[in-house]
Each structure stands twice: as C-alpha cells, then as structure tokens.
C-alpha cells in the first residue's frame, strides 16, 4: 500500500505490520501550562500480536490508545492501520473505515442503552454497510455466553455481560485490529478474569490482534509484549 506523504515521498508499509505509529506526540495547553501527554511514541505491531501496555494513572495510556484507533488526533506523528495513514482521512473516510478495520472496548462499556445487545452487536455493521453474516454472528455470541441475552437492555446486564457485548460488537466486522482501554476496571474479579479468559479464547479463535491498556500486571504478563508508559514515554519491556 503507498501512500503520498506530506512532503511527497512514498511511504510503505509491510502488509504484517497491521499497526504503525511513528513519533506519535500529544500535547494538551491550559494556559501557560502544556503537558505531553504521548511524547513521540513509536510502535509496529504485527497481525496476530497481543500487546499490553501498563503505566501510572495519568502516564498517557488512554491518550495513546485512543490516538493509535484514531478517536482522538495527534497533535503531530502519524499512524497506519492494515498500510493506511489515518491522521490523513477526513471524517466520512474514517467512519466507515474504523467500522471495518478497528474495534475498541471501554472500561465503561460505551453501550447505547436504548439498543437491545444484538442491535448493539450489530450497529457498526450497518455504519459500515457491510453484509450481516448469521453464522459468524451466533459462533461470537455463543462464544461470549451472550446467546440467551440478546434481547436485553444494557441496563438489564451485569457489568461482565455488557463488556461481552462490547466485545462482540467490537468484534463483528472481523477488524484488523482491537484496542481494549482497561476493559476490567469496572468489573469485579470474577467477571474481570472471566472476561480475559474470554478475549483470550475468541483472539486464540480468530487470531486476533489485540492492543490491551490494563492496570493488572498478571494480565498484562499474559501478552506477547510488553510497553510501559511513563509520563508520556513509551517503552518495550523486554520479557
Ligand atoms: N482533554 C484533556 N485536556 C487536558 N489534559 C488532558 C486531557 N486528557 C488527558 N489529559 C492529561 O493527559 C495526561 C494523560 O492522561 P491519560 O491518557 O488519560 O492517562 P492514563 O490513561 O494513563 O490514566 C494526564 O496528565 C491528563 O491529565
Ligand atoms: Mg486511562
């Protein structure tokens, strides 16, 4: 995939490196005050990787995150999904990729209350026009214990079966890559380790590539690699 950069030389990027951030950088101003919140973060993540990154409450790990799946832009640096620059689409562009090729997950579920789970599951299908396979909808559902559940209002779910839902929405399209933003931090231990377990099996299932932001060092030993965030620096931990 090629692309013109801004200074017009030709960027490409290997089809197995799905994930590419390079001198990612985010700076907040209050005043006379600007914190770098990401400071000139670098990251290749290749197609099937689970990585985790831990760090200090404040360190930058949401901001990162958000930034890499494009729900927030950089203040400079650029990111590339599945060879894509993203920072360069406009928006009517990037909705209708990021339905297809990202999925993210919240610590606090982001579910639309009004939405049964299955028209949950199935709303960036339709954001993004693609055909509803039956199929692979009930091996997700059945897979999350969700199947039994679909007809429910998020308010009618425990904390652990709205994140389930989350999970399979984030997943329906098949995206190239899933972020998860502390995804246990509103559960309890038992949900929080049965939802792990969870996206475990379903990344084992679909060879998922995951970016996982977790406070839980035993869950973030789990993963391929590594990254700590300290006050907006990025960094490889080697395992
Ligand atoms: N919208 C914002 N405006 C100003 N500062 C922000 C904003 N969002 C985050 N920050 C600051 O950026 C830093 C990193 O925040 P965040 O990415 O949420 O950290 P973490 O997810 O690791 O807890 C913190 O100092 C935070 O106060
Ligand atoms: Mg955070």
Known sequence: MKKKHAFGQKVTIPEENVLVAQALTKTYFQGDVHIKAVDSAYLTVKRGEFVSVIGASGSGKSTLLHMLAGLDRPTSGRVYIAGQDIIDMDDDEF???????????????????????????????????????PNYFNE?????????????????????????????????????ILFADEPTGNLDQTSAKELIDLLLATRADLGQTLVMVTHDNSIAMLADRVLTMTNGVLEEIKK
């Open 95 to 133: 909705s209708v990729f990021r339905n297809r090729h990202i999925g993210f997950i919240f610590q606090s579920f982001n579910l639309l209350p009004v939405l049964t789970a299955k028209e949950n599951i199935l709303m960036p299908q339709k954001i993004a026009g693609k055909t509803y396979y």
């Open 140 to 176: 997700l559902v059945e897979m999350l214990g969700l199947s039994d559940r679909l007809h429910h209002l998020p308010s009618e779910l425990s904390g652990g079966q709205q994140q389930r839902v989350a999970v399979a929405r984030a997943l329906i399209n098949k995206p190239d």
